[in-house]
């Protein structure tokens, strides 16, 4: 880091603000008595486990580097209530490395209390129970597990990070698995330095402003010469955070990632400037980021060469194209079929795209660049879009944060319209995204800016159509026909599944009767083509199982819901399905022989939020056969936290519906 000249810079002294006492944390850390064992706060009392308190706090200091570090620390209690808790025991501390540098750990203190005889009996964590490991190149983790954990026990640990990284001041989580009764986080930074504090999430922390005089002694290293002293006089502006009784955040089904909800306050280093100097600006803006990548011989710089080494091959994979859209599509097809993606979470080249055309193998990013780079040798404009996956989060759209980003795509415009390309799968189809790339807002990289652009899960329409046919056969049984065509998603997830072989999932679909049935002339249409829907369709025979003189038959066969989705009582954050959806089912059957029609069920049309969403199920009896139409349809993919009751009781009622059973009675 380029460190500017303290020499020069002095800071005048301000007069501090006086801010109003805040309510103080209700434990006092390092001792512990018997009346601190009963939680006399209100919880979720199926919690494994509560965190008493959380502190945390942050400040920067003067070093002896010629330049600043963070302190940071942390002391945190828990009480332990069943085994389901103990994992709680379990401590992990990421530190940063960069080159010889490194954050380092220091002052741990760790103890498990448990009564014995009504009195608190101490166990200290032993140091050499401390485990590092070496995560990647820029990442360790320190482990440890606190001792003589048991129901019932308290423990409670503390520790400091020193980190010369300005750049890594560390945010705060106010929300985990657990409920916590108290949160604080604190930080103080010198008026010369600049953060974005960016606040996630649905709490509403309590928050504390200050300021007071400080000085920073900083000792500018003189190599051969004697060390130089340099001591500054600055204001440094504190806030202070706190949350208490803050319920645990559980991970509900269709969620992208609960990263993105959990109540949080993080930073970003933005730049500095010293009295009498001029600003220095780290975090820079959208355009300058699309310029620097552009630069990097890692992103964009194989782009703007002519890579003369693709002449021949690239004649022969568009050999007979007689468009722009169809040599795009040969060539996309031909990544896609011959490049294997080792790590789908990457952001940046490790090789280069001629080592990952050779080698035929690459990250996401070697992959998509290596198509923009095959597509404009070919005179197709293309350029390379920055994304997060819906598992890593959300991306800043307001700052040009990098790191919030860990996937490549390529953007191709033909004839004025654009096409979204992934060759990292062998599943993908041509101008089709995996549903993981659905995750908002994303940048489209030129060598002039960095543009927004939005991939939006609500823009995906899924359709998924099945026929069932039942008639009664000469053996006094009933045999029938399934057909049914899945939407490009659906289509997706099962070629991924299966992986090109069909045997293994018609054995599925034949347990999932639900009664014994024989399956054949069954097989997957287009199952090796991504750009096709796949339509699964296969015969069937069964001999009805009467229970008496009675004999229930469920019409939906194993298709429709089995359960509700949705079965917590209440949501935090929002419902994220991948996708919009419109699944319609069809049956015609005739009535078995030596039956007649006891009891249908009633038929039914419900429609969700007004326009949002429907469900109909209508059935009818026309002589000797029965015909059902059943249609669950969702017209966006996802559902605000408010809408979350109704979304559930909608759901509640298909499974009710889809679960009736036809009536039929012997003659």
């Known amino acids: 880091m380029n460190r500017p000249s303290l020499l020069v810079a002095v800071l ?128 360790r983790e320190f482990k440890f597990t606190m001792p003589a954990v048991k129901e019932g026990s308290l423990i409670e640990y503390s520790y400091t990070i020193k980190s010369d990284f300005i750049s890594n001041l560390r945010g705060w989580f106010f929300q985990s698995e657990y409920p916590c009764l108290w949160s604080e986080y604190e930080v103080g930074i010198p008026d010369f330095l600049n953060y974005v504090t960016i606040g996630q999430g649905f709490l509403t922390p309590e928050v504390n402003t200050g300021a007071y005089n400080a000085n920073f002694r900083v000792i500018l290293p ?162 390379p879009v920055l994304l997060s996956t819906r598992e890593h989060g959300f991306t800043n759209e307001l700052y040009p944060l990098l790191d919030r980003f860990n996937y490549v795509i390529c953007r191709a415009t033909i004839d004025n319209q654009e096409y979204d390309l992934d060759a990292s799968s062998p599943y993908n189809g041509f101008a089709k995204l995996p549903t993981a790339c659905f995750n908002g807002h994303g940048r489209l990289i030129t060598s002039e800016n960095a543009l927004p652009v939005y991939y939006m899960a609500d823009s995906l329409k899924e359709q998924k159509i099945t026929s069932v046919f039942i008639s009664n056969d000469e053996k006094a049984g009933l045999s029938g026909s399934f057909k049914s065509q899945l939407g490009y998603y659906e289509s997706l997830e099962l070629r991924e599944k299966l992986k090109g072989e069909a045997a293994a999932h018609l054995k599925q679909i034949k347990n999932s009767f639900g009664f014994e049935a024989d399956i054949i002339n069954g097989g997957i249409d287009s199952l090796k083509q991504p750009d096709m829907p796949a339509t699964v369709h296969y015969d069937f025979a069964f001999t009805p199982a009467a229970e008496g003189q009675v004999m229930y038959f469920n019409p939906m066969l194993s298709e429709g819901y089995k359960k509700n989705p949705f079965m917590s009582a209440e949501r935090q954050y929002p419902v994220e399905m991948p996708y919009a959806m419109d699944e319609t089912y069809l049956l015609n059957m005739e009535v078995p022989n030596g039956y007649t029609v006891e009891e249908l069920p009633k038929s039914t049309r419900v429609a969700f939020n007004d326009d949002e969403g429907s469900f109909e199920y209508l059935v009818q009896q026309s002589g000797e056969s029965i015909q059902l139409r059943c249609r669950v349809r969702l017209n966006k993919a996802t559902f605000l936290p408010e809408d979350y009751s109704s979304l559930r009781d909608f759901f509640a009622f298909v499974v009710k519906k889809q679960n009736e059973q036809i009536v039929f009675k012997k003659k």
């Open 12 to 139: 005048l002294g301000c007069t501090c603000m006086t801010v109003s006492a805040q309510t103080k944390a209700p434990v006092k850390f390092g001792k512990i008595a018997a009346e601190d064992f009963v939680i006399k706060q209100p919880y979720d009392t199926g919690a494994e486990a509560v965190v008493i308190a959380d502190i945390g706090s942050t400040v920067i200091q003067g070093n002896a580097k010629g330049w600043f570090s963070l302190l940071y620390k942390r002391t945190t209690r828990i009480k332990i209530l069943n085994k389901k808790g103990f994992d709680a025991a379990k401590v992990e501390i990421g530190l940063q490395t960069q080159g010889n540098a490194e954050e380092k750990l220091e002052d741990v203190r760790a103890y498990t209390y448990n009564l014995e005889n009504g009195k608190p009996v101490e166990t200290k964590l032993d140091a050499a129970s401390i485990f590092k490991e070496q995560v990647n190149k820029n990442y």
């Open 222 to 383: 003189g190599g051969a010469d004697r060390d130089e002293v340099v001591n500054l006089d600055g204001v440094v502006n504190t806030r202070r955070w706190v949350v208490k009784n803050i319920p645990a955040l559980k991970t509900e089904g269709y969620t992208t990632t609960v990263k993105n909800y959990i109540g949080a306050v993080n930073f970003q280093f933005s730049g500095y400037q010293f009295r009498g100097g001029i600003p220095h600006d780290f975090m820079g803006n959208w355009q300058l980021l699309g310029e620097k990548l552009m630069k990097r011989e890692d992103f964009g710089v194989a782009l703007f060469k002519n890579n003369n080494w693709l002449d021949d091959d690239l004649k022969t994979i568009t050999n007979g194209a007689a468009s722009k859209l169809d040599k795009a599509r040969k060539i996309f097809v031909f990544v896609r079929d011959n490049v294997t993606c080792t790590d789908h979470t990457a952001l940046l080249m490790e090789t280069g795209i001629k080592d990952c055309y050779k080698k035929h193998s690459g990250n996401v990013a070697e992959i998509n660049l290596l198509l923009a780079a095959m597509l404009r040798h070919e005179g197709i404009t293309a350029d």
